[in-house]
Structures are given as structure tokens and as C-alpha cells.
T-cell receptor, first 116, second 113 residues
């Protein structure tokens, strides 16, 4: 079975500083990886996804993530934080499984706080 | 936005009563999911469906049942609501496994008193 670990339930950065949210995965088969963002009182929205086409993936709002197989990581970064980036971020792993079995697993989330 | 509608959006119910939450999609996606979100636990899968009348249990299925009689509707039922089921419930849809993303509804905030 696959799993996801997000390091740090809360991350605080200053406006304009680098954002780094960590995600490590475990999977016995090649994974697909996703980052989602959740703003208060809303559902989750896709930020970006890795589907094996390129290891560096660019998403919306200036975010990007790099798939590193050797480190089993898929960390999310943004060069310069903006106040509007304050939200909850979820990493998820998906695998192809036979039949109807589900293969989408989420991490526990990281709450990003932006300090003015 | 993906066509997903959850109803109701908010509900307060008493302990011991049955409750049904509805998820409706207009995307004709095969997979539908029910998650609950609680502080410190992230998103936990309750049940999912991989087709009409095809459902399976997730990580936290005790106390919940589901039904999918049509492609577009996925119902979550709390047989006898308990305070531990106070949570925010999200429905999600997905066209296939693997490299496709899931699309989420806006959530239902359920309070059991």
C-alpha cells in the first residue's frame, strides 16, 4: 500500500520569502503525485501533478514541485510567498491498481502561515 | 469548475438519528469518494465507488454506509449519528485511477449534538 508523509503540520514564512512544503511518499510501484490547496471553508483545488512526463512540475500561482525518486520526495516550493498563499496544502499519491480498487492517498496536510 | 454539488452544506442533527449526505456530479466520472476532514487527521477516506452499485470501504468506514444507484449520485448515510462523526465531509470525483486528479465538492459541515 502507498502512503504520504508531510513534514510539519504548520509552516510559517515571511511575505516574500521562499516557501518549502515537504512531502515524502512510499509506494511499491511507480507513483503519480499531486499537491492540492484548500482555502478556508472551501474544497480542495489541484495545484500541480506529477505524471512521469517531467520531474520538475509547474503549477498554478507560481508553485512548483520536483519529483526525486532517490529521495522518494515531492516537495512543493514557491520563490516568494504572498499573503494570499495562506492555506492548507495536501500532498497525495496515486497508483494504478487492478479492478476497482482505489489508489489515492492523502497526507495529513500542512497549514501555511504567511507573516507580513 | 468540475460539476460537483454536495447537499446539504450544513447540518445539525441529534445523536442517534440517521443522516444522509448527497453528492451529485455532472461529469460522468467513474469514481466517487467520500472523505471526512478533521484537525490533525487530514483527509480520511470513508467509502468510495468505482461504478454504479460498486462500492468499497475506506480507512474509516465504521458507522457509515453508501449507495450509488446512478452514475451521478453517491449517497453517504450515517446509520445512527454519534458526536464522533461531527466533521466536515467532502465528496470527490475522478475519471480514472493513476495519473488523473480528483475534483472536490465544497464540503458539508455536520454537527452531531
Amino acid at each position: 500500500a502507498q502512503s504520504v508523509t508531510q513534514l510539519g503540520s504548520h509552516v510559517s514564512v515571511s511575505e516574500g520569502a521562499l516557501v518549502l512544503l515537504r512531502c515524502n511518499y512510499s509506494s511499491s510501484v511507480p507513483p503519480y503525485l499531486f499537491w492540492y490547496v484548500q482555502y478556508p471553508n472551501q474544497g480542495l483545488q489541484l495545484l500541480l501533478k506529477y505524471t512521469s512526463a517531467a520531474t520538475l512540475v509547474k503549477g498554478i500561482n507560481g508553485f512548483e514541485a520536483e519529483f526525486k525518486k532517490s529521495e522518494t520526495s515531492f516537495h512543493l516550493t514557491k520563490p516568494s510567498a504572498h499573503m494570499s498563499d495562506a492555506a492548507e496544502y495536501f500532498c497525495a499519491v496515486s497508483v494504478d491498481q487492478g479492478g476497482g480498487a482505489d489508489g489515492l492517498t492523502f497526507g495529513k496536510g500542512t497549514h501555511l502561515i504567511i507573516q507580513p | 469548475d468540475a460539476g460537483i454539488t454536495q447537499s446539504p452544506r450544513h447540518k445539525v442533527t441529534e445523536t442517534g438519528t440517521p443522516v444522509t449526505l448527497r453528492c451529485h456530479q455532472t461529469e460522468n466520472h467513474r469514481y466517487m469518494y467520500w472523505y471526512r476532514q478533521d484537525p490533525g487527521h487530514g483527509l480520511r477516506l470513508i467509502h468510495y465507488s468505482y461504478g454504479v452499485k460498486d462500492t468499497d470501504k475506506g480507512e474509516v468506514s465504521d458507522g457509515y454506509s453508501v449507495s450509488r444507484s446512478k452514475t451521478e449520485d453517491f449517497l453517504l448515510t450515517l446509520e445512527s449519528a454519534t458526536s464522533s462523526q461531527t466533521s466536515v465531509y467532502f465528496c470527490a470525483i475522478r475519471s480514472q485511477q493513476g495519473n488523473t486528479e480528483a475534483f472536490f465538492g465544497q464540503g458539508t459541515r455536520l454537527t452531531v449534538v
